[in-house]
């Protein structure tokens, strides 16, 4: 399952140059936690999120305190930096391709420790955004709809081996093939890719094989 499948499409956005005031209301309205910083051609050039109000926060609370202090010793004062987005937004944040996998997107934001991903098209114009929401509702799909996706997509469409030969059932998310296949090979890859579509937990294989890549006679996989 690609992306594509699973993003959001309809993505609220913001312009650098809008103060924070509107980046939050923005926020709060629809119920978000991270606005896509995009250009007058829809190009991402940032991304803002509740951490960094935080730190806009933060820095103001400093800035504060050290006005004070530079008023009682210099008799002067500094003004906050932090007035529009493009002030505390991630700049150059990280974004996943429409055509990645819903996987590969999954172990990014593990390893980049981000709840969202902004999607982009190749040139990296914004087209959605994937939440860790997204992802875990790919992995809650119906029994039915898995069973679907690896009959028609891996038994008939990547392998092109003979489906009334195969039998593919799903309960729970785990994947059970009987039946026969040709050689073990086919069978390997059976499992294989079976246990890559998106929301399978596992795969159980009695698939036996007509002929041995190897020579060595037909057994379980």
Known sequence: MKVSDVMTSEVKTISGEEPLKEAARIMVNAGISG?????????????????????????????????????????????PKAKTVADVM?????????????????????????????????????????????????????????????????????????????????VDGIVQLDGSVESRTDARLLQELAVRVEGVISVNSDVTWTSDDTGAGAGLF
């Open 35 to 79: 606005l896509p910083v995009v250009d007058d051609d829809r190009k991402v050039v940032g991304i803002i999120t509740e951490a960094d109000f935080v730190t806009a926060e933060a820095d103001r609370s400093w800035g504060r305190q050290r006005r004070r202090l530079l008023a009682n010793f210099l008799g002067e004062a500094e003004h």
């Open 90 to 170: 991630t700049r150059t944040p990280h974004v996943v391709d429409g055509s990645s996998t819903v996987t590969e997107a999954a172990r990014k934001m593990t390893e980049l420790n981000v709840k969202r991903l902004p999607v982009v098209t190749p040139d990296g114009t914004l087209c959605g955004i994937i939440s860790r929401a997204d992802v875990m509702g790919a992995f809650a799909r119906p029994d039915e709809d898995l069973r679907g996706e690896v009959l028609n997509e891996v038994v008939i469409g990547v392998l092109q081996l003979n489906p009334d030969k195969l039998s593919v059932t799903v």
